[in-house]
Protein backbone atom coordinates (compact mmCIF):
# COMPACT_ATOMS: atom_id res chain seq x y z
CA UNK A 1 0.00 0.00 0.00
CA UNK A 2 1.33 3.33 -1.29
CA UNK A 3 -0.08 5.53 1.43
CA UNK A 4 0.84 6.55 4.79
CA UNK A 5 -1.32 6.06 7.55
CA UNK A 6 -2.97 9.60 9.40
CA UNK A 7 -0.86 8.16 12.53
CA UNK A 8 2.23 7.50 11.12
CA UNK A 9 1.92 10.42 8.71
CA UNK A 10 1.64 13.09 11.54
CA UNK A 11 4.42 11.50 13.63
CA UNK A 12 7.14 10.99 10.83
CA UNK A 13 6.26 14.99 10.04
CA UNK A 14 7.21 15.45 13.53
CA UNK A 15 10.72 13.47 13.21
CA UNK A 16 11.16 15.62 9.81
CA UNK A 17 9.91 18.58 11.70
CA UNK A 18 13.13 18.18 13.84
CA UNK A 19 15.30 16.91 11.32
CA UNK A 20 14.48 20.18 9.48
CA UNK A 21 14.79 23.09 12.48
CA UNK A 22 17.77 24.58 11.19
CA UNK A 23 16.34 25.17 7.86
CA UNK A 24 12.55 25.92 9.08
CA UNK A 25 14.18 28.53 11.27
CA UNK A 26 15.94 30.53 8.73
CA UNK A 27 14.41 33.63 8.31
CA UNK A 28 10.93 33.64 5.57
CA UNK A 29 11.61 35.60 2.06
CA UNK A 30 8.50 37.06 1.13
CA UNK A 31 7.36 35.77 -2.54
CA UNK A 32 8.99 37.39 -5.20
CA UNK A 33 5.99 37.05 -7.73
CA UNK A 34 3.23 35.35 -5.25
CA UNK A 35 0.47 36.06 -8.09
CA UNK A 36 1.80 35.35 -11.31
CA UNK A 37 -1.53 34.31 -12.38
CA UNK A 38 -3.65 36.32 -10.46
CA UNK A 39 -5.65 38.73 -12.90
CA UNK A 40 -8.65 39.71 -10.74
CA UNK A 41 -9.74 43.15 -10.36
CA UNK A 42 -8.74 44.14 -7.76
CA UNK A 43 -10.75 47.22 -6.94
CA UNK A 44 -13.32 48.19 -4.51
CA UNK A 45 -16.67 47.53 -5.96
CA UNK A 46 -19.18 44.62 -4.57
CA UNK A 47 -17.84 41.56 -4.58
CA UNK A 48 -20.58 38.11 -4.98
CA UNK A 49 -17.90 35.49 -3.59
CA UNK A 50 -19.16 32.02 -3.30
CA UNK A 51 -17.12 28.99 -1.64
CA UNK A 52 -17.97 25.43 -2.44
CA UNK A 53 -18.26 23.24 0.43
CA UNK A 54 -18.18 24.20 4.42
CA UNK A 55 -16.08 21.67 5.95
CA UNK A 56 -13.94 23.49 7.93
CA UNK A 57 -11.81 24.75 5.30
CA UNK A 58 -14.51 26.58 3.10
CA UNK A 59 -16.17 27.75 6.65
CA UNK A 60 -12.73 29.18 7.85
CA UNK A 61 -12.32 31.05 4.43
CA UNK A 62 -15.92 32.66 4.76
CA UNK A 63 -15.38 33.33 8.37
CA UNK A 64 -11.83 35.43 7.56
CA UNK A 65 -13.32 37.03 4.25
CA UNK A 66 -16.81 38.06 6.49
CA UNK A 67 -13.80 39.65 9.00
CA UNK A 68 -11.30 41.36 6.38
CA UNK A 69 -11.55 45.26 6.29
CA UNK A 70 -10.85 44.79 2.88
CA UNK A 71 -13.71 43.17 1.51
CA UNK A 72 -15.70 45.62 -0.38
CA UNK A 73 -18.64 46.85 1.78
CA UNK A 74 -22.20 45.49 0.31
CA UNK A 75 -20.59 42.64 -0.76
CA UNK A 76 -21.78 38.92 -0.17
CA UNK A 77 -20.28 35.14 0.70
CA UNK A 78 -22.10 32.36 -0.20
CA UNK A 79 -20.91 29.51 1.31
CA UNK A 80 -22.36 26.28 -0.96
CA UNK A 81 -22.32 22.90 1.08
CA UNK A 82 -23.80 19.31 -0.99
CA UNK A 83 -24.71 17.92 2.52
CA UNK A 84 -24.45 19.68 6.06
CA UNK A 85 -21.37 22.00 7.31
CA UNK A 86 -18.95 19.83 8.74
CA UNK A 87 -20.76 16.56 7.59
CA UNK A 88 -17.56 14.91 5.86
CA UNK A 89 -13.79 15.15 8.14
CA UNK A 90 -14.49 18.33 9.51
CA UNK A 91 -16.90 16.87 11.45
CA UNK A 92 -15.53 13.63 12.00
CA UNK A 93 -11.46 14.18 12.34
CA UNK A 94 -9.52 14.11 15.54
CA UNK A 95 -9.01 17.89 15.84
CA UNK A 96 -4.70 17.46 17.09
CA UNK A 97 -2.87 20.42 15.74
CA UNK A 98 0.36 20.79 16.53
CA UNK A 99 2.78 24.01 16.00
CA UNK A 100 6.29 22.35 15.80
CA UNK A 101 5.33 19.59 13.73
CA UNK A 102 5.51 21.06 9.97
CA UNK A 103 8.39 20.40 7.91
CA UNK A 104 9.76 22.40 4.36
CA UNK A 105 7.23 24.47 3.15
CA UNK A 106 4.29 23.74 5.92
CA UNK A 107 5.93 24.85 8.85
CA UNK A 108 3.85 28.43 8.56
CA UNK A 109 0.67 26.81 8.10
CA UNK A 110 1.27 25.05 11.05
CA UNK A 111 2.92 27.91 13.36
CA UNK A 112 -0.11 30.71 11.78
CA UNK A 113 -2.93 28.48 12.59
CA UNK A 114 -1.86 27.38 15.96
CA UNK A 115 -1.33 30.89 16.89
CA UNK A 116 -4.78 31.60 15.42
CA UNK A 117 -6.28 29.01 16.88
CA UNK A 118 -6.04 30.19 20.40
CA UNK A 119 -7.04 33.99 19.50
CA UNK A 120 -10.37 32.51 17.83
CA UNK A 121 -11.28 30.04 20.20
CA UNK A 122 -11.52 32.46 22.77
CA UNK A 123 -13.01 34.92 20.34
CA UNK A 124 -16.16 32.29 19.25
CA UNK A 125 -16.63 30.61 22.87
CA UNK A 126 -15.03 27.40 21.35
CA UNK A 127 -15.67 25.04 24.41
CA UNK A 128 -13.76 22.49 22.86
CA UNK A 129 -10.47 24.16 22.50
CA UNK A 130 -7.39 23.17 24.92
CA UNK A 131 -3.84 22.74 24.85
CA UNK A 132 -3.23 19.24 26.20
CA UNK A 133 0.58 16.79 26.23
CA UNK A 134 0.98 13.94 23.67
CA UNK A 135 2.80 10.33 24.50
CA UNK A 136 4.37 8.05 22.31
CA UNK A 137 3.30 4.58 23.85
CA UNK A 138 4.72 1.26 22.26
CA UNK A 139 2.70 -1.89 21.81
CA UNK A 140 2.83 -4.45 25.23
CA UNK A 141 2.75 -8.13 25.15
CA UNK A 142 2.45 -8.78 28.88
CA UNK A 143 -0.52 -9.09 30.72
CA UNK A 144 -0.28 -6.63 33.25
CA UNK A 145 0.92 -2.84 32.76
CA UNK A 146 4.35 -3.51 30.98
CA UNK A 147 5.75 0.26 30.50
CA UNK A 148 9.26 1.22 30.90
CA UNK A 149 9.07 5.11 31.24
CA UNK A 150 10.64 8.48 32.58
CA UNK A 151 7.23 10.13 32.37
CA UNK A 152 6.01 10.89 35.25
CA UNK A 153 2.21 10.91 36.43
CA UNK A 154 0.32 13.16 35.63
CA UNK A 155 1.39 13.12 32.46
CA UNK A 156 0.18 9.20 32.24
CA UNK A 157 -3.39 8.79 32.17
CA UNK A 158 -4.89 7.44 34.86
CA UNK A 159 -6.85 5.45 32.03
CA UNK A 160 -3.89 3.77 30.65
CA UNK A 161 -3.52 1.00 32.87
CA UNK A 162 -3.54 -1.87 30.89
CA UNK A 163 -0.68 -3.44 29.03
CA UNK A 164 1.71 -1.20 27.32
CA UNK A 165 5.36 -1.18 26.65
CA UNK A 166 7.25 2.20 26.30
CA UNK A 167 6.28 5.72 26.46
CA UNK A 168 8.01 8.76 25.86
CA UNK A 169 7.02 12.27 25.72
CA UNK A 170 5.85 13.61 22.42
CA UNK A 171 4.72 17.22 23.51
CA UNK A 172 4.46 18.78 26.78
CA UNK A 173 1.41 20.54 26.53
CA UNK A 174 2.71 23.98 25.24
CA UNK A 175 2.79 23.56 21.15
CA UNK A 176 0.05 20.79 21.06
CA UNK A 177 -3.18 21.45 21.14
CA UNK A 178 -6.82 19.72 20.43
CA UNK A 179 -10.27 21.16 18.88
CA UNK A 180 -13.67 19.17 18.13
CA UNK A 181 -13.63 20.28 14.77
CA UNK A 182 -17.64 20.21 14.47
CA UNK A 183 -17.92 22.85 17.27
CA UNK A 184 -15.41 25.18 15.97
CA UNK A 185 -17.05 25.35 12.20
CA UNK A 186 -20.90 25.83 14.13
CA UNK A 187 -19.24 28.68 16.06
CA UNK A 188 -18.17 30.26 12.57
CA UNK A 189 -21.44 29.69 11.43
CA UNK A 190 -23.44 30.84 13.80
CA UNK A 191 -21.04 34.02 14.54
CA UNK A 192 -20.80 34.71 10.82
CA UNK A 193 -24.32 34.43 9.52
CA UNK A 194 -26.25 36.29 12.00
CA UNK A 195 -28.71 38.79 10.47
CA UNK A 196 -26.36 41.49 8.57
CA UNK A 197 -23.25 40.12 8.11
CA UNK A 198 -24.10 39.24 4.20
CA UNK A 199 -23.26 35.95 4.74
CA UNK A 200 -25.57 32.69 3.89
CA UNK A 201 -25.48 29.14 3.44
CA UNK A 202 -27.13 27.58 0.50
CA UNK A 203 -27.74 23.57 0.27
CA UNK A 204 -26.89 22.09 -2.69
CA UNK A 205 -24.46 20.44 -5.15
CA UNK A 206 -21.78 22.56 -7.14
CA UNK A 207 -22.13 21.19 -10.64
CA UNK A 208 -19.88 23.71 -12.92
CA UNK A 209 -19.15 27.58 -13.37
CA UNK A 210 -20.13 29.98 -15.35
CA UNK A 211 -17.88 32.67 -16.90
CA UNK A 212 -17.45 35.39 -19.59
CA UNK A 213 -14.98 35.65 -22.07
CA UNK A 214 -12.50 38.41 -21.90
CA UNK A 215 -10.92 40.62 -24.50
CA UNK A 216 -7.05 39.37 -23.49
CA UNK A 217 -8.01 35.69 -23.45
CA UNK A 218 -8.69 35.11 -20.15
CA UNK A 219 -12.22 34.06 -18.97
CA UNK A 220 -13.71 35.90 -15.46
CA UNK A 221 -16.44 34.27 -13.35
CA UNK A 222 -19.96 35.29 -13.60
CA UNK A 223 -21.79 32.50 -11.83
CA UNK A 224 -21.74 29.20 -9.93
CA UNK A 225 -24.51 26.43 -11.35
CA UNK A 226 -25.55 24.18 -8.58
CA UNK A 227 -28.41 21.39 -7.89
CA UNK A 228 -30.70 22.08 -4.75
CA UNK A 229 -30.20 19.35 -2.15
CA UNK A 230 -33.93 18.48 -1.41
CA UNK A 231 -35.21 19.00 -5.22
CA UNK A 232 -32.22 18.30 -7.07
CA UNK A 233 -33.54 21.17 -9.34
CA UNK A 234 -30.83 23.13 -11.26
CA UNK A 235 -29.74 26.97 -10.54
CA UNK A 236 -27.45 29.68 -10.90
CA UNK A 237 -25.82 31.85 -8.15
CA UNK A 238 -24.14 34.99 -9.89
CA UNK A 239 -20.79 35.44 -8.46
CA UNK A 240 -17.66 37.17 -9.44
CA UNK A 241 -15.39 35.12 -7.63
CA UNK A 242 -15.51 31.22 -6.49
CA UNK A 243 -13.07 29.36 -4.13
CA UNK A 244 -13.20 25.04 -4.21
CA UNK A 245 -13.06 24.26 -0.98
CA UNK A 246 -14.94 20.76 -1.43
CA UNK A 247 -11.89 18.71 0.29
CA UNK A 248 -11.36 15.34 -1.78
CA UNK A 249 -14.07 16.22 -3.84
CA UNK A 250 -12.19 19.40 -5.11
CA UNK A 251 -11.03 17.47 -8.41
CA UNK A 252 -14.51 17.74 -9.48
CA UNK A 253 -12.95 21.62 -10.03
CA UNK A 254 -11.07 19.91 -12.91
CA UNK A 255 -14.09 19.88 -15.34
CA UNK A 256 -15.54 23.01 -14.42
CA UNK A 257 -13.02 24.52 -15.33
CA UNK A 258 -12.45 22.96 -18.50
CA UNK A 259 -8.94 21.20 -17.74
CA UNK A 260 -7.03 24.28 -17.25
CA UNK A 261 -6.19 23.16 -13.30
CA UNK A 262 -5.05 19.49 -13.36
CA UNK A 263 -5.83 18.26 -9.82
CA UNK A 264 -4.97 15.10 -8.69
CA UNK A 265 -6.31 13.83 -5.30
CA UNK A 266 -6.64 10.08 -3.08
CA UNK A 267 -9.27 10.33 -0.93
CA UNK A 268 -7.95 8.02 2.02
CA UNK A 269 -11.21 6.57 3.70
CA UNK A 270 -10.69 5.79 7.43
CA UNK A 271 -12.92 4.81 9.97
CA UNK A 272 -12.38 5.89 13.32
CA UNK A 273 -14.55 6.16 16.98
CA UNK A 274 -15.68 7.73 19.85
CA UNK A 275 -15.96 5.93 23.57
CA UNK A 276 -18.24 7.46 26.13
CA UNK A 277 -16.83 8.30 29.35
CA UNK A 278 -16.66 5.67 31.75
CA UNK A 279 -18.95 6.02 34.70
CA UNK A 280 -18.18 5.66 38.82
CA UNK A 281 -20.32 3.15 40.81
CA UNK A 282 -22.34 5.81 41.73
CA UNK A 283 -23.24 6.43 37.72
CA UNK A 284 -21.13 9.75 37.35
CA UNK A 285 -19.22 9.98 34.51
CA UNK A 286 -15.50 9.71 35.94
CA UNK A 287 -12.68 12.27 35.20
CA UNK A 288 -11.23 11.23 31.83
CA UNK A 289 -6.85 12.76 32.12
CA UNK A 290 -6.03 14.61 28.98
CA UNK A 291 -3.38 13.60 27.68
CA UNK A 292 -3.31 12.61 23.93
CA UNK A 293 -1.54 9.37 22.59
CA UNK A 294 -0.11 8.35 19.33
CA UNK A 295 0.08 4.49 20.01
CA UNK A 296 3.23 2.39 17.85
CA UNK A 297 2.08 0.32 14.86
CA UNK A 298 0.51 -2.84 16.67
CA UNK A 299 0.63 -6.21 14.29
CA UNK A 300 -1.53 -7.68 16.53
CA UNK A 301 -4.70 -5.92 15.78
CA UNK A 302 -3.13 -3.89 12.27
CA UNK A 303 -3.40 -0.36 14.48
CA UNK A 304 -1.09 2.43 15.42
CA UNK A 305 -3.88 4.48 17.60
CA UNK A 306 -4.22 8.17 17.77
CA UNK A 307 -6.13 8.66 21.40
CA UNK A 308 -7.70 12.26 21.84
CA UNK A 309 -9.68 12.46 25.22
CA UNK A 310 -11.76 15.27 24.59
CA UNK A 311 -13.06 17.80 27.16
CA UNK A 312 -16.62 16.60 27.15
CA UNK A 313 -15.54 13.28 28.56
CA UNK A 314 -15.55 11.10 25.17
CA UNK A 315 -12.54 9.39 23.65
CA UNK A 316 -11.90 9.91 20.35
CA UNK A 317 -10.02 7.00 18.00
CA UNK A 318 -8.11 6.81 14.76
CA UNK A 319 -5.31 5.76 13.13
CA UNK A 320 -7.14 2.25 13.50
CA UNK A 321 -5.73 1.02 9.57
CA UNK A 322 -7.41 -0.47 7.04
CA UNK A 323 -8.30 2.62 5.01
CA UNK A 324 -9.25 2.69 1.99
CA UNK A 325 -7.94 4.36 -1.15
CA UNK A 326 -10.45 6.47 -3.58
CA UNK A 327 -8.77 7.71 -6.84
CA UNK A 328 -9.18 10.54 -8.48
CA UNK A 329 -12.00 9.67 -10.29
CA UNK A 330 -14.08 8.02 -8.40
CA UNK A 331 -13.92 11.39 -6.33
CA UNK A 332 -14.96 13.04 -9.43
CA UNK A 333 -17.96 11.19 -9.70
CA UNK A 334 -19.03 12.40 -5.67
CA UNK A 335 -17.98 8.89 -4.10
CA UNK A 336 -18.86 8.84 -0.40
CA UNK A 337 -19.78 12.65 -0.69
CA UNK A 338 -23.93 11.11 0.35
CA UNK A 339 -22.83 8.19 2.66
CA UNK A 340 -19.48 7.33 4.18
CA UNK A 341 -19.72 3.86 5.54
CA UNK A 342 -17.83 2.78 8.62
CA UNK A 343 -15.87 -0.74 8.31
CA UNK A 344 -17.13 -2.67 11.45
CA UNK A 345 -14.10 -4.99 11.20
CA UNK A 346 -11.72 -1.89 11.99
CA UNK A 347 -13.62 -0.50 14.65
CA UNK A 348 -13.43 -4.20 16.57
CA UNK A 349 -10.01 -4.07 15.72
CA UNK A 350 -9.75 -0.94 17.49
CA UNK A 351 -11.74 -1.62 20.21
CA UNK A 352 -9.24 -4.73 20.89
CA UNK A 353 -6.18 -2.59 20.80
CA UNK A 354 -7.53 0.46 23.07
CA UNK A 355 -8.82 -2.09 25.80
CA UNK A 356 -5.59 -4.19 25.73
CA UNK A 357 -4.04 -0.56 26.78
CA UNK A 358 -6.76 0.44 28.98
CA UNK A 359 -8.67 -1.50 31.74
CA UNK A 360 -10.66 0.86 32.70
CA UNK A 361 -12.51 0.75 29.23
CA UNK A 362 -12.30 -3.05 29.30
CA UNK A 363 -14.39 -2.68 32.07
CA UNK A 364 -16.65 0.21 31.54
CA UNK A 365 -16.02 1.72 28.26
CA UNK A 366 -18.61 1.71 25.96
CA UNK A 367 -18.57 2.98 21.96
CA UNK A 368 -21.06 5.61 21.68
CA UNK A 369 -20.09 6.35 17.71
CA UNK A 370 -18.74 4.43 14.94
CA UNK A 371 -17.92 6.65 11.48
CA UNK A 372 -16.26 7.05 8.64
CA UNK A 373 -14.54 9.70 6.52
CA UNK A 374 -11.96 11.10 3.94
CA UNK A 375 -8.90 13.20 4.14
CA UNK A 376 -8.19 14.61 0.77
CA UNK A 377 -4.42 13.89 -0.46
CA UNK A 378 -2.75 15.38 -3.61
CA UNK A 379 0.75 13.42 -4.56
CA UNK A 380 3.06 15.23 -2.56
CA UNK A 381 1.09 15.46 0.23
CA UNK A 382 0.67 19.65 0.20
CA UNK A 383 -2.44 21.36 -0.41
CA UNK A 384 -3.52 23.41 -3.22
CA UNK A 385 -4.11 27.05 -2.52
CA UNK A 386 -3.81 29.51 -5.08
CA UNK A 387 -5.56 30.59 -8.37
CA UNK A 388 -6.77 28.80 -11.17
CA UNK A 389 -4.94 30.03 -14.19
CA UNK A 390 -6.57 31.76 -16.84
CA UNK A 391 -9.91 32.11 -14.83
CA UNK A 392 -10.39 35.57 -13.04
CA UNK A 393 -11.97 35.20 -9.54
CA UNK A 394 -11.30 31.40 -9.58
CA UNK A 395 -9.56 29.85 -6.21
CA UNK A 396 -8.92 26.39 -4.65
CA UNK A 397 -8.30 25.92 -1.16
CA UNK A 398 -8.02 21.80 -0.92
CA UNK A 399 -5.77 18.92 -0.17
CA UNK A 400 -4.93 19.53 3.30
CA UNK A 401 -4.22 15.76 3.67
CA UNK A 402 -4.34 14.79 7.16
CA UNK A 403 -3.82 18.25 8.70
CA UNK A 404 -6.71 20.40 7.29
CA UNK A 405 -8.17 20.73 10.62
CA UNK A 406 -5.11 22.05 12.37
CA UNK A 407 -4.27 24.56 9.48
CA UNK A 408 -7.47 25.45 8.76
CA UNK A 409 -7.59 29.73 10.56
CA UNK A 410 -4.30 29.89 8.76
CA UNK A 411 -5.69 28.95 5.07
CA UNK A 412 -8.71 30.85 5.75
CA UNK A 413 -6.53 33.75 6.68
CA UNK A 414 -4.10 33.66 3.35
CA UNK A 415 -7.01 33.00 1.19
CA UNK A 416 -8.88 35.88 2.28
CA UNK A 417 -5.98 38.02 1.47
CA UNK A 418 -5.55 36.27 -1.79
CA UNK A 419 -9.15 37.09 -2.54
CA UNK A 420 -9.41 40.71 -1.65
CA UNK A 421 -5.83 42.02 -1.35
CA UNK A 422 -4.47 39.98 -4.72
CA UNK A 423 -1.80 38.52 -2.52
CA UNK A 424 -0.95 36.54 0.07
CA UNK A 425 1.43 38.47 3.22
CA UNK A 426 1.84 36.50 5.94
CA UNK A 427 2.69 32.83 3.80
CA UNK A 428 5.16 31.69 0.62
CA UNK A 429 1.85 30.09 -1.28
CA UNK A 430 4.35 29.20 -4.29
CA UNK A 431 4.73 25.44 -2.99
CA UNK A 432 0.87 24.98 -2.67
CA UNK A 433 0.40 26.29 -6.48
CA UNK A 434 -2.78 24.42 -7.71
CA UNK A 435 -1.33 23.94 -11.27
CA UNK A 436 2.19 22.47 -10.35
CA UNK A 437 0.61 19.00 -11.61
CA UNK A 438 -0.52 21.01 -14.86
CA UNK A 439 2.55 22.74 -15.82
CA UNK A 440 5.11 19.93 -15.27
CA UNK A 441 3.29 16.73 -14.42
CA UNK A 442 5.31 16.40 -11.04
CA UNK A 443 7.84 17.51 -8.62
CA UNK A 444 10.02 16.66 -6.24
CA UNK A 445 9.65 14.91 -3.00
CA UNK A 446 9.78 11.78 -1.19
CA UNK A 447 7.42 8.88 -1.68
CA UNK A 448 6.62 7.03 -4.39
CA UNK A 449 7.10 7.78 -8.35
CA UNK A 450 6.12 6.31 -11.91
CA UNK A 451 8.34 8.05 -14.52
CA UNK A 452 8.60 11.95 -13.15
CA UNK A 453 4.97 11.80 -11.88
CA UNK A 454 4.75 11.40 -8.05
CA UNK A 455 1.94 9.01 -7.33
CA UNK A 456 0.76 7.53 -4.01
CA UNK A 457 1.04 10.08 -0.97
CA UNK A 458 3.72 11.33 -0.53
CA UNK A 459 5.66 12.75 2.82
C1 LIG B 1 -9.88 9.76 10.52
C2 LIG B 1 -9.34 11.15 10.29
C3 LIG B 1 -8.77 11.85 11.34
C4 LIG B 1 -8.25 13.13 11.14
N1 LIG B 1 -7.68 13.79 12.20
C5 LIG B 1 -7.18 15.03 12.00
C6 LIG B 1 -6.57 15.74 13.08
O1 LIG B 1 -6.48 15.24 14.21
N2 LIG B 1 -6.06 16.97 12.84
C7 LIG B 1 -6.12 17.55 11.60
O2 LIG B 1 -5.63 18.67 11.43
N3 LIG B 1 -6.72 16.92 10.55
C8 LIG B 1 -7.23 15.68 10.73
N4 LIG B 1 -7.79 15.00 9.68
C9 LIG B 1 -7.82 15.65 8.35
C10 LIG B 1 -8.98 16.66 8.28
O3 LIG B 1 -10.13 16.08 8.82
C11 LIG B 1 -9.21 17.11 6.83
O4 LIG B 1 -8.01 17.51 6.24
C12 LIG B 1 -10.17 18.31 6.81
O5 LIG B 1 -11.34 18.03 7.52
C13 LIG B 1 -10.50 18.71 5.38
O6 LIG B 1 -11.42 19.76 5.46
P1 LIG B 1 -12.16 20.33 4.18
O7 LIG B 1 -13.08 21.38 4.63
O8 LIG B 1 -11.15 20.64 3.14
O9 LIG B 1 -12.92 19.04 3.59
P2 LIG B 1 -14.22 18.26 4.08
O10 LIG B 1 -14.35 18.21 5.54
O11 LIG B 1 -14.18 16.96 3.34
O12 LIG B 1 -15.41 19.14 3.56
C14 LIG B 1 -15.69 19.28 2.19
C15 LIG B 1 -17.14 19.69 2.06
O13 LIG B 1 -17.42 19.96 0.70
C16 LIG B 1 -18.72 19.49 0.41
N5 LIG B 1 -18.78 19.26 -1.04
C17 LIG B 1 -18.17 18.31 -1.78
N6 LIG B 1 -18.47 18.45 -3.08
C18 LIG B 1 -19.30 19.52 -3.17
C19 LIG B 1 -19.96 20.17 -4.25
N7 LIG B 1 -19.82 19.75 -5.52
N8 LIG B 1 -20.75 21.23 -3.99
C20 LIG B 1 -20.91 21.68 -2.72
N9 LIG B 1 -20.31 21.10 -1.66
C21 LIG B 1 -19.50 20.03 -1.88
C22 LIG B 1 -18.83 18.22 1.24
O14 LIG B 1 -20.19 17.88 1.47
C23 LIG B 1 -18.11 18.60 2.51
O15 LIG B 1 -18.95 19.11 3.50
C24 LIG B 1 -8.32 13.72 9.86
C25 LIG B 1 -8.91 13.02 8.80
C26 LIG B 1 -9.41 11.76 9.00
C27 LIG B 1 -10.01 11.03 7.84
Redesign the pocket.
Given at each position: MFAFS?SSTKHLQFLLSSVCLLSSTTAFTPPSSPTRRLTTSLNMSAKQIVI???????TSVAYHLHKSSSLPPDSTITL????EPA????GK?????ARSWGSGPTVGLHELSFDLYQELCEELQVESYRKLPVLSVLPGFGTKSTSKTSVKAPLIPSWLDGSVGRISPLGMGDDTAQVT?KEFVDKMLECMTQADKGVKLILG??TGIECRQESDGSKSITGVQYQTKDSKTEHSLPASDIIV?????SC?AQEWFDNAVSLPMEGVK?T?IVWKPPLDPKGNPINVDATALFCGEDDRFGTHLEVYPRPDGTIYI?GIGGSDYISTSQLQSCAF?EECPPREDRANAATKAFTTMSNTYKEKGELMTIQA????CPPDALPYMGTVPGYNGAFIN?G????????APGCGKVMAELVLEGKCKCLDLRPFDPARFTMSGGRGGRGRKKGSLNVGEQW
Open positions: SIGSGIQGLEAKSAASGGGFMPTCSAGPWQSSCLCMRPAHNCWGIAW
